[in-house]
């Protein structure tokens, strides 16, 4: 029978509240390019770090540009980051 998850075994539906059946936001994906698997580590540590923001839609173009600058360096991008969005 169908269990409600995908074929890789994972949830499908990111916004259960069964933890079990969540996406796992920082989970690899073979297939993925190396730049967007950064910028979604870059993002989720911004937002980890910035509780009182959150994520805004225009960081991901902001996170991507700095990743793009720093030739994926995510370290480098994650602190330039907080600099232009808390001074």
Do not use: K, W
């Not at 409600?4 to 933890?19: C, E, I, K």
């Not at 994926?72 to 808390?86: D, P």
């Amino acid at each position: 029978g169908d269990d409600g998850r995908g074929a890789d075994g994972r949830g499908s539906d990111p916004l259960a509240t069964d933890p079990d059946e969540r996406l796992d936001p920082l989970a690899t994906d073979p297939d993925e390019p190396p730049g967007r698997t950064a910028l979604r580590r870059v993002l989720f540590a911004y937002v980890a770090h910035n509780r009182g923001l959150g994520y805004c839609q225009a960081l991901n173009y902001v996170g991507g540009m700095l990743l793009i600058l720093t030739d994926l360096r995510e370290e480098l991008a994650f602190f330039l980051l907080i600099h232009l969005t808390e001074r």
